[in-house]
């Protein structure tokens, strides 16, 4: 039998997997990357990519690419609540194209969203996204891709040198091989073999809700409200979202499925029509189920072992976040390991992934699930959502009113970018208290544990641009001296780069002359001058405290 060595194995080569790979490529870490499928999984889910995981993939240069390939950037993303197709317009929530909010971004528009990050949301599908992360994937030589191949067992070895060793099987040929790695990491999504071979138990509420998800052409299925990002179909017999996917010919509707419907049940040309309103011509792609969750992994570590992505968290899309928190995953693992590798990381750094993570993946799915419930409530009205009668109207009048609070749906920037480390042993707290985390509302701030707050340098330059793979001591004021920090880098084989920046753009948001930004760019400490134990501050943040 075949083996082979790696310091890096990743199971599951779908938007997670790979962006790891991408990420540990950028990082100049080797790994083997196994996914059993052949292709790309043509079934588009996610379609909301967040500006975070914008900033990651900004890194790489594959950004722009994104952009190109989602939504045309002059079309609105509105949001429309109908009847059906045909029916009445019940609810909207108007969002500008991309290109109407760059130009406010660009003009110095008052409203802060624009300018927290520089991206809004990208709107394309997964599949989209995965052919984009593949492509790059494929030309990293860092990266042995080996797409068909499926893990089939796995077993850690603690001694002499702890590493694991895995099963891999090529569905072609059947052919078994071996290959023995320092780290596995899994991102074998929902049904994780990984996971569920460790016994890691998955906690919080399964089977939200069943749905069945119809992808199908139907041109012409929006010539009555127009464009739109997502219909979401109110009466309770067709309740469900339709997701479009270009200028209004190739869709996904996903359907809410009634208790005890089967999915294999429903007939996806019957629906179609019943939500078009007419006689529509619908050709069918392909017709999936799938499961509404809000549950996470009880451990996102097992020795040598990660989970990430759908693997450690099983969310409702409801506000667009499974992808986005498993790309945030792989973005906090992905360094942790090539410290370890290199040397310079201590143990507790790994304890650190599941430390942070986990929280994260706790609260997001939770506030999905909200989302969520508030969405199914709204599925509850029949045929009088669409006549003129008192009932009618009061029908309407209550959707309308519960719907204006369900922005979260559309703004969910507190939680994409204002998520913090509370906690975490490798920040260094400054005795400060956190602003309170609110779904909707993000303050930047250089508070040890949070996302570095993107801030321009130039015109069309990002501070996040300056940053390397390595540590960044950001300093404000040059005449700080930080020559203890870096010989206190040198001495622990901290990779450490010194960014001087402008106090006039900078001082007043990174509040601090100086702060220390990780290479995931999370900031790790921050003050005014070199902390007496700088040596100390190094070696908590390395994980060797
Ligand atoms: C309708 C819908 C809409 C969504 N919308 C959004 C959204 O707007 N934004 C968002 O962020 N998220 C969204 N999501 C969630 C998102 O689709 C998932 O969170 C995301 O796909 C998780 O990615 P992953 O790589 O962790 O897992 P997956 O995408 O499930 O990939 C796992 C991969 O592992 C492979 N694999 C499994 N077992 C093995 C094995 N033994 N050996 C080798 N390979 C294996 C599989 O073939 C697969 O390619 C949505 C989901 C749905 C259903």
Redesign the pocket.
């Known amino acids: 039998m075949k083996t082979s060595t790696t310091p890096i194995l990743i ?9 790891l790979a991408n990420e540990l490529a950028h990082r100049n870490i080797n790994c083997i990357l ?4 052949k292709g790309i ?1 043509p079934h ?7 500006n975070r ?1 914008m900033e990651f993939y900004r890194r790489w240069g594959i950004d722009q690419a994104l952009i190109d390939n989602g939504i045309s950037p002059d079309s609105p993303a509105d949001y429309l609540y109908t009847t059906s197709m045909n029916g009445r317009l019940v609810y909207k929530i108007s969002l500008p194209s991309h290109n109407q909010l760059m130009a406010l971004a660009d003009s110095g528009a008052d409203d802060k969203r624009l300018h927290h990050s520089p991206y809004l949301k990208t709107i394309l599908g ?1 599949n989209e996204v ?1 052919k984009i992360l593949k492509n790059h994937v494929l030309k990293q030589p860092k990266i042995d891709a080996r797409y068909g ?4 067992g796995f077993r850690q070895v603690e001694q002499p040198k702890h590493h694991v060793v895995a099963m ?1 099987k090529n569905g072609d040929t059947g052919e078994i091989q071996e290959i023995v790695a320092d780290y596995m990491v899994a ?8 996971r569920t071979t460790m016994g890691v138990p998955l906690k919080g509420k399964g089977g939200l809700a069943h ?1 069945v ?1 119809i992808h199908f052409k139907a041109p012409g299925l929006n010539r009555k409200f127009g464009h739109g990002n997502i219909y979401f179909q109110l009466k309770k017999q067709y309740g469900g ?1 339709l ?1 479009n996917w270009d200028g209004g010919t190739t869709y ?1 509707f ?1 359907h809410v499925l009634k208790d005890g419907q089967d999915w294999q049940d429903v007939d996806p040309v019957d629906l179609i029509q019943k939500i078009a309103g007419w006689n529509i011509p619908v050709e069918i792609f392909s017709t999936q189920p ?1 499961t ?1 969750h809000q549950l996470v992994a009880e451990y996102y570590r097992r020795g040598h072992i990660f989970l ?8 409702t ?1 409801t ?9 945030a995953d792989a973005m906090d693992i992905a360094w942790k390991l090539q410290a370890m590798l290199e040397g310079w990381g201590g143990d507790g750094l790994l304890d650190s992934y599941h430390e942070e993570r986990r929280p994260i993946g706790v609260q997001n799915t939770a506030t999905s699930a909200g989302y969520f419930y508030a969405l199914n409530n709204s599925f509850r009205f029949g045929e009088e959502l669409d006549e003129d009668t008192a009932e009618g109207e009061t029908a309407r009048q209550t959707l309308v009113s519960e719907l204006d609070g369900q922005v979260g749906l559309i703004d969910s920037s507190g939680l994409l970018l204002g998520y913090r480390y509370e906690g975490s042993s490798i920040c260094v707290s400054d005795g400060t208290e956190a602003v309170p985390f609110d779904p909707q509302h993000y303050w930047p701030t250089t508070r040890p544990g949070h996302r570095l707050p993107h801030l321009w340098v130039k015109e069309g330059v990002s501070v996040l641009d300056l940053l390397g793979r390595e540590f960044t001591l950001i300093r404000t004021d040059p005449d700080v001296n930080v020559d203890d920090f870096r010989g206190a880098a040198e001495a622990a084989g901290l990779p450490l780069k010194i960014l001087d920046v402008s106090a006039e753009i900078f001082a007043e948001t990174y509040e601090k002359k100086l702060v220390l930004v990780r290479p995931d760019l999370m900031v790790a400490w921050r003050g005014d001058t070199t902390p007496n134990d700088v040596t100390a501050v190094i070696d908590q943040v390395r994980g060797c405290l």
């Open positions: 199971i599951g080569g779908s938007s997670v997997g790979m962006s196994v996914e059993k499928q999984n588009p889910r996610a379609n909301a990519v967040a995981t997964q995965d191949w499926e893990l089939i891999v991102c074998d999504g929902g049904q994780s073999l990984v749905f998800a979202f997701m996904t996903h799938w509404a990430t992505g759908d693997a450690a968290h099983l969310f899309p506000g667009g976040f499974g992808m986005n928190t498993g790309v």
